[in-house]
Nanobody, 115 residues
Framework: VKFVESGGGLVQPGGSLRLSCLAS????????MSWYRQAPGKGRELVAQ????????NYADSVKGRFTISRDNAKSTVYLQMNSLKPEDTAVYYC?????????RGQGTQVTVSS
């Protein structure tokens, strides 16, 4: 199982970024997917989740109304559209899947929100 995240970078407050996570080695369309983030000196935070068919989503209160999770099962890719970014959104973002008792995640992509 392998995940490769991309799309991070430096953006000014109020700006937007779209993160992508390409999966391989897993039957992507069978599983719910999640985006997490971890800021320096802080614990892991669940940002957003999406069911296997994309029919249901869930968001952390801190990003609700600003972030949108989506997926394209034909491309084995999950996305995170981030709008109205704030400095407190600065973190490493990574996608994650739970396969039974095991969890897999990518290396992550750095998002820095600063003027």
């Amino acid at each position: 199982v392998k995940f490769v995240e991309s799309g991070g970078g430096l953006v000014q407050p109020g700006g937007s970024l779209r993160l992508s996570c390409l999966a391989s080695g897993v039957s992507f369309s069978r599983y719910a997917m999640s985006w997490y983030r971890q800021a320096p000196g802080k614990g892991r935070e669940l940002v957003a989740q999406i069911t296997s068919n994309g029919g249901s989503t869930n968001y952390a209160d801190s990003v609700k109304g600003r972030f949108t999770i989506s997926r394209d099962n034909a491309k084995s890719t999950v996305y995170l559209q981030m709008n109205s970014l704030k400095p407190e959104d600065t973190a490493v973002y990574y996608c994650r899947v739970q396969l039974g008792l095991l969890a897999y995640r990518g290396q992550g992509t750095q998002v820095t929100v600063s003027s």
